[in-house]
């Protein structure tokens, strides 16, 4: 099967404004109330070839880059965000087995995801949650699970799950890693109860899993023993990257419910759009949108190129784009006023409850905020240790929209990374080359030159004896602002012949916008005290909606949703 394009899915689902289209808003909305898993929208989907977008061609996938898939799962998501889990829960498992499994297990795997259906990824425990090296779940030596998984997606119907598994006593090596056929397990050996239900992706399939002796047969081991976790947080790497996915598909329909109330209602003479106060939010919420869509499309292209760096960067970049999204949101709903908190009605006030909640909910699906700096800020030290040499080659193969992608690698994913950060290494004498061409902008971009600059010195004092507790995890988050900043600038330098967000070539106004909120929320300020700035995300975002586009850097055309 060929590979599904955007604007392929969107005619095939079509509108998702009318309110008789199985696949629209109405649809996802009355899901919501009844806690219903979205089986007719994921049938679909499966169908037209959706699932294969993350599986590789050798699994006979249609997988050909993730900047690519990024695009095609939120063109979907933006209808109902719990397709995601629904037909890509299984992406864990299977890059699990990428990196450490057996040619048989791949092809076990592949032969299951082919068909639609799915692998559960089992590792996390209720009592533990993201303190991944006390979890307790045992493998004997015998062969013998025991113990109880938590949040296990798919896991009601998956036809397979891959079990993290304790197999010794200390550190990261201490875990090990089975894939397990449920129909080969004895049902009185292994419980599948539902999971706690969650207050947004209602309806979901999440299970607690509860091992009871349970045999395990012989090959069944993937890998070596002893690297479970290890191959579970590198898969983790490449997760994060396809909830950005959803992060953004929700993000692109709440701006775009917010913004059709605020075109059509007017106060005096004016729509919203044009009044001082709402525009502002508006601009607000529009430039969080293009900062995250240019953050999440950097990290997406950047895994082809430099895997080893991703330890820290899709950890950083799934940070920035998941607070970007939740503060978008709070900006429109601010906006809708009354209409952000109605359950029914018309103006997608229903469905804007549910991406309240579906965001929230996506936005820790993975990992908490705090677990998720946590787990990067210890290679600080590293990536911001004196001078590096920047990798032009390297970075203009990230970012130029046009050029082409080394195949993905996953088995290059690392633990840590090692050596300086290529998006930030020679950042500060970017920025002065490119002071004549940005204009007004240049300011921004100094500020940001200086800020990472400082990076080093900021994450040294934060290791000194008496230093505040926070202070290296205060580091990570402004690392994380900071970076995403760095993708911006370098995504408008490396594109300026091409039109990108659908303004003329070279424009610097998303940028600027981009850069203002960014470097606001690296310092932790109001990014609304830079208003002025903002302006032309909103700008291109009416301008995008308009012609119905999605909002991304290179807009893709929607199924007619006005």
């Known amino acids: 099967m060929s590979a599904l394009t955007p604007e392929e899915l969107e005619r095939r689902l079509g509108d998702p404004g009318d309110a008789t289209n199985p696949y629209g808003f109405a649809a996802a909305v009355a899901r919501d109330e009844r806690d219903e898993f979205p089986d007719e929208l994921c049938a679909e989907l499966v169908r037209a070839g959706f699932h294969l977008n993350y599986l590789p061609e050798a699994w006979g996938g249609a997988f050909e880059s993730f900047d690519r898939s990024l ?58 949650g993201s303190d991944l090296l006390t979890n307790e779940v045992r493998l ?74 349970t045999p395990v047969p012989a090959g069944a081991l993937v890998g070596k023993q002893g690297t479970g976790l290890e191959a579970a947080v590198k898969a983790q790497q490449a997760v994060r990257l396809m909830s950005m996915a959803g992060s953004l598909g929700i993000a692109d329909t709440a701006v775009r419910i917010a913004l059709d109330f ?30 995250a869509d240019a953050v999440a499309l950097s990290a997406a292209r950047g895994v082809h190129v430099v895997p080893e760096a991703f330890s820290v960067w899709a950890l950083s970049a799934k940070h920035v784009v998941a607070e970007a999204c939740d503060e978008l949101i709070r900006r429109c709903g601010t906006v809708l006023a009354t209409r952000s908190v109605l359950r029914e009605g018309d103006r997608g006030a229903g469905l804007f409850q549910k991406l309240q909640r579906d965001s929230a909910v996506v936005r820790v699906i993975d990992a908490s905020t705090l677990a998720n700096l946590r787990s990067y800020a210890g290679q600080l030290p590293t990536l911001t240790d004196g001078e590096a040499a920047p990798d032009p080659a390297a970075v203009d193969t990230v970012f130029a929209l046009d050029a082409e992608l080394p195949p993905y690698e996953p088995t290059r994913l690392d633990m840590f990374a090692r050596g300086s950060d290529p998006i930030l290494a020679g950042l500060p004498q970017t920025a002065a080359a490119l002071a004549d061409d940005l204009g007004e902008v240049a300011v921004l971009a100094r500020r940001l030159a200086d800020a990472v600059a400082g990076l080093g010195e900021l994450v040294r004092a934060a290791q000194q004896r008496g230093a505040d507790p926070s202070a290296l995890v205060d580091a990570a988050e402004r690392y994380a602002w900071l970076h995403a900043a760095a993708c911006c600038l370098h995504l408008w330098n490396a594109n300026r012949d091409r039109s990108l967000y659908g303004a003329e070539p070279g424009s610097t106004g998303w940028l600027g916008a981009a850069l203002a909120f960014l470097l606001a929320r690296a310092d932790g300020v109001d990014p609304r005290r830079r208003g002025d700035l903002l302006t032309p995300a909103l700008d291109a975002v009416l301008a995008l909606r308009d012609d119905d586009r999605l909002f991304t850097a290179a807009p893709v055309r929607l199924a007619t949703t006005r």
């Open 71 to 128: 695009t095609l799962v939120r063109s979907a998501a933006r209808r109902d965000v719990n397709i995601m889990p629904g037909t890509m829960f299984s992406i864990i498992a299977a890059t699990c087995l990428q990196v450490h499994g057996s040619l048989e297990q791949q092809l076990r795997a592949a032969e299951i995801l082919r068909g639609g259906g799915a692998v559960a990824f089992a590792l996390t425990e209720a009592g533990h």
């Open 262 to 291: 605020a075109a059509d209602r007017r106060v005096g003479r004016a729509p919203l759009t044009e009044s001082p106060w709402p525009r502002r939010e508006l601009s607000v919420a529009a430039a969080a949108l293009l900062a």
């Open 140 to 213: 004997s030596p015998d062969g013998v699970l025991s113990g109880e998984k938590w949040m296990v997606g798919l896991g009601l119907r998956a036809e397979a799950v891959y079990v993290v598994a304790r197999t010794g006593e200390r550190g990261p090596g201490a875990f090990s890693a089975v894939l397990l056929e449920i129909a080969g397990v004895p049902r009185e050996r292994l419980e599948r109860l539902p999971a706690p239900r969650t207050g947004g992706m209602r309806g979901i399939d999440l299970a607690t899993l509860r091992f009871h002796d």
